[in-house]
């Protein structure tokens, strides 16, 4: 990948990185006149039925080969083939060397099959599902906590710094941002469209960079930045071109951010999260109180993450320690002046609810649409040692409920060497682009 090297820009130019502060109080608005319920149609046990302690880090799933793997704290990964409305265990991948911290399709349509994993053994390892063979590896000497691609680039996110391997070549490091960042990197993801990295850190600040540009010096390809003052453990772009970002903190709080604006210094309104909830769970469980689903939510302990609906609606995914996983509307307000400016958002209660499966902290969730089969819409895994398969078709009989995952094929070392959006309301689930 070529890069084009730019003037060095002054310090009175580059964005703003002081903490952000919401542009509104963020409050419950009017429950939802309907809400779904779906439920669990399969779900299979991962602790070889209690004998081996384990629980569900992360689920993936990729509707277009009916292929899920889920990642447990035992450092192994599970794979499933979805069959009609079963799920089914097809093989174990062994590898990594210590927990795993990331799990992604890179490519689900082009190679619907390939899985790819990082983990604290400094590797990022990618996986063909069908025969269960290692088939890529980039090395650190570090932990790595995220990863994405694009093209030819693998990024990782590690110690306080974010690196870049080259796929033709991934014995070779091709560059790495070391002075952007003072903690671990937990998130990194490539922007395809416009060629942008963003990456986040438990310091507490996202950055992006413009990887048109050089990367061997972080000033020469930065471009925003917003500092949220805690740590960030999740965040994805969502919006038609993926414009805006999303970001779950370790405080369980929520905020939105239109970064695409923050790389333009000509617009307003890009330089601080134009909406914030510091206390996300709290303002779940009032907006909750207030429909149907109340006794389920009276309280909301976690957030889980968001999920970007096709139709445009961005929706927060939270769940109980009973194992209720609900998705809460987030409804964006625009400045009149300027309809493309986010100026404030509002929580609504959840218009989709899974529940009746889990039985703890659900750590994952993953929802493509109910296209497929039986109404199939999500699948998901949690403390309780279960991969549940999720239908909004009330008639599917429940298959396999709590059966124990059996060991198919197991990976070995190869000779050689991102999610979906669902239409909640029903209809075509398709892939969000923007980089893995």
């Not at 000033?219 to 993926?242: I, K, Q």
């Amino acid at each position: 990948m070529g890069h084009t090297h730019f003037e060095e820009d002054d310090d009175e130019n580059l964005p703003d990185a002081t903490p952000s502060q919401p542009a509104e109080t963020m409050v419950a608005c009017p429950p939802a006149s309907t809400s779904r319920s779906a439920c669990c149609c399969s779900s299979v046990r991962v602790d070889n039925k209690k004998k081996d302690a384990c629980y569900v880090f992360k689920v993936v799933c990729n509707p277009t080969s009916r292929v899920a793997a889920a990642s447990l704290s035992s450092g192994i990964i599970r794979s499933f083939a979805i069959t009609n409305t079963e799920l089914s265990p097809s093989g174990e991948l062994r590898g990594h060397q210590d927990k795993i911290n990331d799990m992604k399709f890179l490519s689900p349509t082009e190679q619907p099959t390939i899985l790819h994993s990082c983990s604290s053994d400094g590797t990022v390892r990618g996986w063909d599902m069908r025969s269960s063979q290692q088939v890529e590896e980039f090395k650190c000497q570090q932990e790595l906590f995220s990863f994405s691609a694009l093209d030819n680039v693998v990024a990782g996110g590690g110690q306080g710094e974010v690196l870049f391997w080259d796929r033709r070549n991934s014995s070779v490091g091709l560059a790495s941002l070391a002075d952007t960042h003072m903690d671990d990197v937990t998130q990194v993801k490539f922007h395809a469209a416009s060629r942008h990295v963003i990456s986040a850190s438990q310091d507490g600040l996202i950055a992006v960079h413009d990887t048109t540009r050089s990367l061997s010096n972080d000033d020469d390809s930065f471009v925003a930045a917003l500092n949220l003052d805690t740590s960030v453990e999740e965040l994805d772009t969502y919006g038609p071109l993926g414009e805006r970002l999303w970001v779950r903190t370790g405080t369980e709080s929520l905020h939105l951010w239109d970064w695409q604006r923050a790389i333009v210094d000509a617009k307003q309104g890009g330089h601080a999260a134009f909406a914030s909830w510091p206390e996300a769970r709290v303002t779940a469980a009032q907006a909750a109180g207030a429909s149907s689903q109340a006794s389920l939510f009276e309280e909301v302990d976690y957030l889980i993450g968001c999920h970007y609906d096709p139709s445009g609606r961005l929706l927060m995914v939270a769940g109980t320690l009973a194992g209720n996983i609900g998705f809460f509307p987030l409804t964006e307000t625009c400045s009149e002046a300027d309809t493309s400016m986010m100026t404030g958002a509002s929580m609504g209660a959840p218009i989709m609810t899974l529940t009746g499966a889990h039985t703890d902290i659900v750590r994952s969730v993953q929802c493509w649409g109910d296209s497929l089969p039986g109404g199939i819409c999500g699948i998901s895994g949690g403390e309780d040692s279960q991969v549940c398969l999720w239908s909004t078709d009330p008639t599917t009989v429940v298959t396999n409920k709590g059966s124990s995952a059996g060991v198919g094929g197991t990976a070995g070392q190869a000779g050689a060497g991102g999610g979906y959006g669902s239409n909640l309301s029903g209809g075509q689930g398709q892939y969000g682009g923007g980089g893995g």
